[in-house]
């Protein structure tokens, strides 16, 4: 393999900004696909085994961690052995990775099938004329926990080596036949059994796709299978704070709606959740970027600081820039959009709350950088910390307000844990890497932010008008002239004058 095709270029903002539109196209497309499917699905396979799918499919995608965040932790050591032109240790990196993953996940798989009875007897309240097929059910999917697993770390290898492109066409085609399998299936035999065992099927021949990518972007990982015991210590140390990470996240996610309808109601969590499901898929924006961010943060670190940083300074203020027009909107018309799409009684109990989930959602993007930062360059033990530190008090705080205040106390803790998170966050990446912000980028994102508090304080539709119409040019007057770059202004202009020539 020759030097071009073991090195990756790292510097390209249009390098960047393609690979995000990508991975935006790869989670969108099937969302898109799931949007239009399901509720032909609900209506073929019934509510309860429509449930019992979905059931499966968390349980699974819960005992995926017991890969212990190998597969993050691949993508970040081969980014490195790439910056640094290493390449020749990428073979024992990955099989000594992958090995690891697969004794793992299949400890997992063991662990699920002797619980598996008491799930479906004594935990999930299952009707007995399916209980049945659930068991089965639930026995297939167990085995597939080793593809998931596995398949997680061959994705990483994928984006260590920033081939963006081939992994969003994989995804796009294991989303899609998520949604469209079991609706052909069907068409022949409503049995949600064989619908799992097609999804296996379709999982085991994504698994194939992705293996034969990672051997076609470097030869050597199908020749040289190596496992190295010396590896194995710094693999399982690095993924091993990733793995509190993701233990701690589903608590501080979920907790919020266990507790709702623990303490007020089931119709008060349809409130809450109902704008929280919608306004969290913002996320899949800022989602889209880190990843693209994640290997370039790794790559370049050591053998490069100041780019590492450069992009991350970028990187925050580009999701800024994207996103605070759509949490403008929302924020501003939340009452009305809810009430045309959901009627007068979901926009007088969630208007609230989407305002508030809103503006925590642009935070928590922006603080999606340096917690992706900080797990890039082999620190994942300081966002896993502060997220473990975090967690009790939050738990407390919610269990507090939500007894008192309801579903608008709930949201409003959410948001002002994701202020604290974000504020730690850069602070500790200020302190611990000497990451500046540029003063006035911070002065006017701060300011941008507070001023969205503004329509909670209005009623009056002609007032939001023309608030929202001065806010825009506030916006793009402030941004064009103090937020970007020359090079980013030529490069925008650019594609504007490409636009306008097709047009022609």
């Known amino acids: 393999m020759n030097s071009q ?68 932790t691949l993508t970040k050591i081969i980014a490195e052995k790439i910056g640094s ?163 701690v996240a589903p608590f501080l996610i979920y907790s919020d709606r266990f507790l709702i309808g623990a303490l007020v109601s089931a119709t008060a969590v349809a409130y809450y959740a109902t704008p929280y499901e919608v306004v969290t898929k913002l996320l899949l924006i800022s989602g889209a970027l880190v990843v693209v961010l994640f290997p370039m943060f790794s790559a370049s670190f050591s053998t490069n600081p100041d780019f590492s940083k450069k992009i991350f300074i970028r990187g925050t203020k580009f999701i800024f820039l994207i996103l605070y027009p759509i949490i403008l909107l929302i924020v501003t018309f939340a009452y009305q959009g809810i009430n045309l799409w959901l009627g007068t009684g979901f926009a007088n109990n969630s208007s609230f709350v989407l305002q508030l989930l809103a503006v925590g959602v642009l935070l928590n993007s922006l603080a999606s950088i340096p917690f992706n930062f900080f797990q890039g360059v082999g620190r994942p033990k300081i966002p896993a910390i502060i997220n473990s530190i975090e967690l009790p008090f939050y738990l407390l705080l919610m269990w507090l307000v939500i007894g008192k205040w309801g579903i608008n106390g709930a949201a409003f803790v959410w948001l002002f844990r994701i202020i604290i998170d974000s504020a730690i966050l850069f602070f500790v990446a200020k302190k611990m890497i000497n990451i500046h912000l540029p003063k006035l980028t911070i002065f006017i994102i701060t300011f941008l932010i507070l001023i969205l508090t503004v329509p909670f304080f209005t009623e009056n539709v002609f007032v939001k008008i023309i608030f929202v119409f001065i806010m825009f040019i506030v916006y793009l007057l402030v941004s064009w002239n103090y937020l970007l770059r020359v090079d980013e202004k030529v490069f925008f202009i650019s594609k504007i004058k490409k636009v306008n020539f097709l047009k022609v």
């Open 85 to 247: 032109n290493q390449t020749a240790e990428i073979p024992s990196v990955f099989w000594t990775s992958f090995i690891l993953m697969l004794v793992f996940s299949l400890s997992g798989t063991i662990i699920l099938l002797f619980s598996i009875p008491f799930l479906i007897n004594n935990f999930f309240v299952i009707s007995q004329g399916v209980q049945k097929e659930a068991l089965y059910t639930f026995y297939i999917l167990a085995i597939s926990i080793p593809i998931v697993t596995t398949t997680a770390g061959l994705r990483g290898v994928l984006e260590a080596y920033q081939k963006f492109g081939a992994i969003n066409i994989i995804r796009t085609l294991l989303g899609i036949f998520t949604f469209l399998i079991p609706l052909l299936c069907l068409v022949f035999i409503n049995s949600l059994f064989w619908i799992v065992i097609l999804l296996i099927l379709i999982r085991i021949l994504i698994w194939v796709l992705y293996l034969v990518q990672c051997f076609k972007i470097n030869v050597k990982i199908k020749k040289e299978i190596k496992f190295k015991y010396k590896l194995v210590v710094p693999i399982l140390k690095l993924g091993g704070w990733i793995t509190v990470a993701n233990l």
């Open 5 to 72: 095709e073991t090195r990756v270029k790292f510097s390209s903002g249009r390098l960047i900004a393609k690979h995000t539109i990508y991975n935006l196209l790869g989670y969108g497309i099937p969302l898109i696909v799931a949007l239009i499917v399901i509720p032909l699905i609900i209506t073929g396979l019934g509510k309860e085994r429509f449930g019992i799918l979905n059931l499966v499919w968390v349980v699974v995608g819960y005992f995926s961690f017991f890969d212990f965040g190998i597969g993050r």
